[in-house]
């Protein structure tokens, strides 16, 4: 057996054009910029255009990771795409993706694990080129959350937004990608959930049903928080690693004071935590790759240094990734 590492090569990001501020949101529902900003650290966020999908907003993303890898479309030999919100049912948003970029018959498919879809689609992509069976990884989150939020509930409408991150990752001698630690626990289900699919309640959506994801936020906060903590107490223990040591964390973007939990817990300075939350809000799978390429590209994260990535979301699902850059 071939065993190698993974590294990433080149990243990208896209959020859609159309802005919507705190202040556009007080015109919608009985809330304020200040609430918004003081309980989510959240400003503004980008809603998707009518004809924008999950996998049209991928594709601007993986295009530019793509250029910044220095790699064409015709390299990629794996797609993984994560994502809450898919364009259908079937074809995969992976499959989608791959069609968009014109390339065809390399496996491309989506991972279903809401906020950490993309944490669970790098450990994949992970593996593939860890065994010799991929060379030019795409690994996306994208999300077009706006299409299942409830506008006119001020408790989760203010926290969601769209967009879309990606990673290209190549093989290498040297890690790359040190570990990633993955976990999932169904019994929460109900603290955080949209409640109609295809197997269960589409004859109620097909009949008007009305509505958008739900959420305990309470619950969810401090649930997220301590699972965070162990998390990270998890990653660092198995891969003998001490707190200084990580130069930046790079954590799911789904409110300030949850990062801020997490940050404390690793005895982290806020200044090494790459925070773009108030920029797009929760964009769900893709907040995390839009985060790491926006310190990529404004110079923040180097070559070489040593990053935690973390992630927690609907499910439960958690999980972190480790990697050297
Ligand atoms: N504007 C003004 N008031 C509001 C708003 C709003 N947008 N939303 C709720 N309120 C009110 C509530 O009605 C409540 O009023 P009451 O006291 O009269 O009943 C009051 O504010 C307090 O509500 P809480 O829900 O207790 O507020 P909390 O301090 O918990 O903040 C929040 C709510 C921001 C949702 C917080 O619980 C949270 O961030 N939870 C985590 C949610 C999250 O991040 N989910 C994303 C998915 S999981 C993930 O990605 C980690």
Not at 57 to 69: S, V
Not at 81 to 108: E, K, M
Not at 179 to 203: E, I, M, Q
């Amino acid at each position: 057996m071939n065993l190698r590492y993974a590294r990433i090569a080149g990243t990208g990001s896209y959020l859609p054009e159309q802005v919507l501020t705190n202040a556009d949101l007080e015109r919608r529902v009985e809330t304020t910029d200040e609430w918004i900003r003081t309980r989510t650290g959240i400003e503004r966020r980008h809603i998707a255009a009518d004809d924008e999908t999950a996998s049209s907003l991928a594709e601007h993303a993986a295009r530019r990771a793509l250029k910044a890898a220095g790699a064409t479309p015709a390299d990629v030999d794996l797609i993984v795409v994560g994502t809450t919100t898919p364009d259908l049912v079937f074809p995969n948003t992976g499959t989608l993706l791959q069609q968009r970029l014109g390339i065809h018959g390399c496996p491309a498919f989506s991972v279903e694990a809401a906020c950490s879809g993309f944490v669970f689609a790098l450990s994949l992509a992970d593996k593939y080129l860890r065994l010799g069976e991929a060379r030019c990884a795409l690994v996306v989150g994208s999300e077009c959350l706006s299409r299942i939020v409830d506008w006119s509930d001020r408790g989760t409408c203010v926290l969601f937004g769209d967009g879309a991150g990606a990673f290209v990752l190549t093989p290498a001698d040297e890690p790359g990608i040190l570990a990633t630690h993955l976990h999932s626990d169904g019994r929460y289900k109900d603290l955080l959930y949209f409640p109609w699919g295809v197997s269960c309640g589409f004859n109620e959506l097909r009949g008007g049903a009305r509505g958008g994801l739900r959420m305990l936020g309470n619950e969810v906060f401090r649930t997220a928080v301590r699972t965070l903590s162990r998390l990270v107490d998890e990653t660092l223990a198995k891969n003998g690693i001490e707190h200084e040591q990580i130069d930046w964390l790079v954590p799911h973007q789904a409110n300030l004071r949850i990062i801020q939990a997490a940050a404390d817990k690793l005895r982290l300075p806020m200044e090494k935590v790459v925070i773009t939350v108030q920029e797009h809000g929760n964009t769900s799978a893709a907040s995390i790759p839009l985060a790491f390429d926006t310190a990529v590209r404004d110079g923040r994260i180097r070559r070489g240094q040593l990053l935690l990535l973390e992630t927690f979301g609907g499910g439960f699902t958690w999980g972190s990734a480790l990697i050297r850059y």
